[in-house]
């Protein structure tokens, strides 16, 4: 896959890589039983790639507007630490977590879709946007994947930093 020049300049500098869920790591739609419970998709390449990340020493995080057991499960089964959720400033929380890390919030990426991300993206190294994401967010983005939210946006985004920081060694 072929990503700009600029922007694997840009992704060759992340260090931590944050992922809005629903819209960007599931397809946005909020699914309920008649008992009640909640059902969310994720997508399995999109852990596989959070995995191969992290086995290149790239931070993972999720930080998510809404709690969801869901969520908890898989970020469970994926090994990943930093989990946010019920966040309503996502910045304070990315600010918080780089601080712990020792990194500049220019050394993250974030990908997002929606208004609630926004402020994320004005402050991140690197801003990724989902195509099904709202227009205003987007235009905030320094790139746009080509997979919709749900559809495998995380492994496009791991392949494009891996690219960006040559390690990427499945062509």
Known sequence: ????????????????????????????KLYYTDQGAEIKAFNVQDGSA???????????????GRDSPM??????????????????DKT??????CFDLGLKPA???????????LA???KVG????VPNGHPTALASTDYVTRLTGGQG???????????????WAYD
């Open 153 to 167: 946006v995380a492994r496009e985004v791991g392949e494009l930093i891996l690219r960006a920081r040559g390690l």
């Open 50 to 64: 959070l995995k191969l990340l992290e086995r290149h020493g790239l931070q993972i995080a999720v930080i998510t």
């Open 120 to 122: 994320l993206f004005q």
């Open 71 to 88: 969520v908890t499960r898989r970020a469970s089964e994926l090994g990943i630490h930093h989990v946010y959720q019920g966040v309503e």
């Open 1 to 28: 896959m072929d990503f700009p020049d600029q922007v694997l300049e840009k992704a060759a500098r992340i260090r931590l890589v944050s992922f809005d869920v629903d819209g960007v790591l599931t397809d946005g």
């Open 126 to 129: 690197l801003a990724i946007g």
């Open 92 to 97: 304070e929380t990315l600010d918080r977590l």
């Open 107 to 117: 050394e993250a990426a974030h990908v997002g879709d929606d208004l609630p991300d």
